[in-house]
């Protein structure tokens, strides 16, 4: 369960930073345009590739124990950039949600989404490439990748559904600030946590 636990906490310390993914389903949200299928979509991408990464880690673990090294350093200096990026958008401000736009079709929605979501190399980074290498530190690295699933599932729905809740606080520039900053801190945390060990 340790490795269960490790894989919900670091996925979903992920996948809250508000990148393009997100804040569209926050404003999917906002909107009330097919909150369900976009939130599913999103969560059954990023199981996918959740899967993809931790399945190949683990084969190359295996075969080139070696290539894990590497990958581990190569994912400390991208959450210590990843978090860096947080603080400066923390520290220069200025952002604010403020949803524009009308309903769409179902079909035009997914579209937009399924483009954002795949098309995305953070999330290919964040859930292939990092989330994968850091399963492998793990002594069970499916328990690690069934945990960052289920993060996913959790974060999206909460995130698309409680987004009524969210808008208000998200119109004001400094609830964005604090997000970026505590992004920011779990990213170097992370980053940290895979120094040390």
């Not at 906490?9 to 009330?32: D, E, H, P, W, Y």
């Not at 974060?155 to 808008?167: E, H, N, Q, V």
Request: with cysteine.
């Amino acid at each position: 369960m340790t490795s269960y636990f490790a894989g919900l906490g670091t996925g979903l310390s992920l996948i809250l930073a508000i990148g393009a993914q997100n804040a569209f389903v926050l404003k999917q949200g906002l909107l009330r345009n097919h909150v369900l299928a976009v939130c599913l979509f999103c969560a059954v991408s990023d199981a996918i590739l959740i899967v993809l990464g931790v399945g190949g880690m683990t084969a190359i673990a295996d075969m080139a124990p070696w290539l894990i090294e590497i990958m581990r350093w190569g994912g400390v200096a991208f959450l210590v950039l990843y978090g860096a990026k947080s603080f400066w958008a923390a520290i220069r401000g200025g952002e604010a949600l403020t949803p524009k736009g009308t309903a769409r079709s179902m079909i035009a929605t997914l579209a937009s989404v399924a483009a954002i979501t795949w098309l995305n190399p953070h999330v290919w980074l964040d859930t292939v490439v990092l989330l994968g290498s850091i399963s492998a530190q793990w002594p069970s690295p499916r328990n690690f990748g069934a945990g960052a699933v289920t993060g996913s599932f959790l974060f999206f729905l909460t995130l698309g559904y409680g987004a009524r809740f969210l808008a208000p606080l998200f119109a004001r520039p400094r609830a964005w600030q604090w997000l970026e900053l505590g992004v920011g801190a779990v990213m170097w945390g992370i980053a940290a946590r895979l120094v040390l060990e």
